[in-house]
C-alpha cells in the first residue's frame, strides 16, 4: 500500500494558472502600458497575478501534505469569523466602483466573501458528516440549507454574485449527500422558470427595493443588449463582438481588438471573450475541457475518499469552480444577466487565485490520504 498523489490535478492546475498569466498580459498590456496609475508596464497585471499566484502554489503544496481532518475542529470558527469578516468590510471596506467588497491595510486587500466560500465547504462537509444518516430528514436537510442562505444572504448584501455562488454550493453538497433528489430537480426547474421570467420578476423586485437600479439595468441589458449600446449594453456588446470576430481559430495571441479600450474589465470578468476572440472557438473548447477534465479529478478524488468528510470537502469545491466556471461563460455569452463572476485560475484577482490555491491544497490532502495498491 502506499499513498495517492493527484500528480494530474497539480498539473491542470498549474496549466491552467499559466494560461491565465499569458492571457492576462494580453487582455491587459495595453491599459497598463497607458495608464500612470499602473505605472506604464504593460506587465503590470500579470506580474502582480504571478507573484500571488506563486506563493498560492507552496501553500497548496504545504496545505496538501497536511491530514484533512484538521479542518474539522475549525469549521465552526471558521463559518463564525465568514460572517465577523463581512460585517466589518460593510462598515470599514473599501469602497471600488461603488461597492464595499474588499477589506485591507496599506496596499493589502482582500475580498471576505473569497473565505466564506472555503468556511461554507467546510462548514457543510462537518455538519452533515456529524449527522449521518439523519440527513435524509426533511427538517435536517432545510436546517442545513439554512447555514448556506444565511451566508449567502449577509454576502449578497454587497456581492450578489457571490451570494449565489454560496447559494449552489449549499445546493451542491446537499444534492450528492441526500438520498432522495427531486426536490434538487424541482428547484433547478424553478430557477430556469425564474430565470425565463426575469424581466418581470426584476421589476417587482426593483419596486419593493429588493434590488438594486445597478442590477436591474444589467437584467435589461441581458434582454435587450441592443436598445442601449453606448450605455448599460456597452459591455455586453463588446464581449459579444469579441466573440465573434474570434470565428473558428482566432485573431492570434495578443490581437485583439476588443481589449484595445472597447471591453471594460477584459482582464477580469470578461477575459473569456478575449480568450474568443484571440484563440477562437478551438481555444475556448480548449479551456473547458480543461476545466471538465479538473471536474472529473474532483470526481474521482471524492469516490474514493477515505471518510465522508472528505468526500464533502471535495465535492464542495467541486460545486464551487463549476458554478463559477458556467456562470462566468454564461455571462460573458450573454446566456445569464450580468453578474461579475471571474473565471477561476484565468481571470486577474489576487485573491480569488489565493483561496483557489488553498481549495486546491485541501483536495490533494484529501488525494493523499487515499490508499493505492503498488
Not at 503590470?44 to 484538521?70: C, E, N, P, T
Not at 430565470?195 to 444589467?218: D, E, M, S, W
Not at 478524488?301 to 468526500?311: E, K, S, T, V, W
Amino acid at each position: 500500500m502506499r499513498r495517492f498523489y493527484d500528480l494530474t490535478l497539480v498539473l491542470i492546475v498549474v496549466a491552467l494558472t499559466v494560461f491565465g498569466l499569458v492571457m492576462i498580459y494580453s487582455a491587459s498590456s495595453y491599459t497598463a502600458q497607458i495608464s500612470e496609475e499602473f505605472g506604464n508596464n504593460s506587465a503590470y497585471f500579470m506580474r502582480r497575478q504571478g507573484i500571488i499566484a506563486a506563493g498560492g502554489f507552496v501553500l497548496m503544496l504545504f496545505i496538501s501534505k497536511m491530514d484533512y481532518h484538521w479542518l474539522y475542529r475549525l469549521a465552526v470558527p471558521s463559518y463564525a469569523l465568514s460572517y465577523v469578516l463581512m460585517i466589518l468590510v460593510s462598515i470599514v471596506g473599501k469602497d471600488v466602483n461603488g461597492k464595499k467588497r474588499w477589506l485591507g491595510v496599506g496596499p493589502f486587500s482582500f475580498q471576505p466573501a473569497e473565505w466564506a466560500k472555503i468556511a461554507l465547504i467546510i462548514m457543510l462537509a462537518a455538519v452533515i458528516t456529524k449527522l449521518g444518516g439523519k440527513i435524509n430528514q426533511w427538517k435536517t436537510m432545510g436546517k442545513v440549507f439554512l447555514l448556506a442562505l444565511a451566508i449567502a444572504a449577509v454576502v449578497a448584501l454587497n456581492n450578489l454574485s457571490t451570494g449565489i455562488i454560496l447559494a449552489g454550493i449549499g445546493f451542491v453538497v446537499l444534492f450528492v449527500a441526500c438520498k432522495v433528489k427531486w426536490p434538487f430537480f424541482a428547484a433547478g426547474g424553478l430557477a430556469l422558470g425564474t430565470l425565463a421570467a426575469a424581466g418581470p420578476i426584476g421589476t417587482f423586485l426593483l419596486n419593493i427595493h429588493l434590488l438594486q437600479p445597478y442590477q436591474f439595468r444589467r437584467i435589461e441589458a441581458w434582454l435587450n443588449p441592443e436598445l442601449d449600446p453606448e450605455g448599460k449594453s456597452f459591455q455586453v456588446l463588446q464581449g459579444l463582438y469579441a466573440i465573434g470576430s474570434g470565428g473558428l481559430m482566432g485573431q492570434g495571441l495578443g490581437e485583439s481588438i476588443q481589449k484595445l479600450g472597447f471591453l471594460p474589465e477584459s482582464q477580469n470578468d470578461m477575459i473569456f471573450a478575449i480568450i474568443c476572440e484571440e484563440l477562437g472557438l478551438f481555444g475556448a473548447v480548449a479551456v473547458i475541457m480543461l476545466f471538465l477534465l479538473m471536474i472529473y479529478r474532483f470526481v474521482m478524488i471524492a469516490n474514493d475518499a477515505p471518510d465522508l468528510f472528505g468526500a464533502l470537502l471535495v465535492v464542495g469545491i467541486m460545486g464551487h469552480i463549476a458554478i463559477q466556471v458556467i456562470l462566468n461563460i454564461a455571462v460573458v455569452t450573454n446566456t445569464i444577466p450580468n453578474t461579475g463572476i471571474t473565471l477561476p485560475f484565468i481571470s486577474y484577482g489576487g485573491t480569488s487565485v489565493l483561496f483557489l490555491m488553498v481549495e486546491m491544497g485541501i483536495v490533494l490532502s484529501v488525494s493523499n490520504q487515499i490508499k493505492a495498491v503498488v
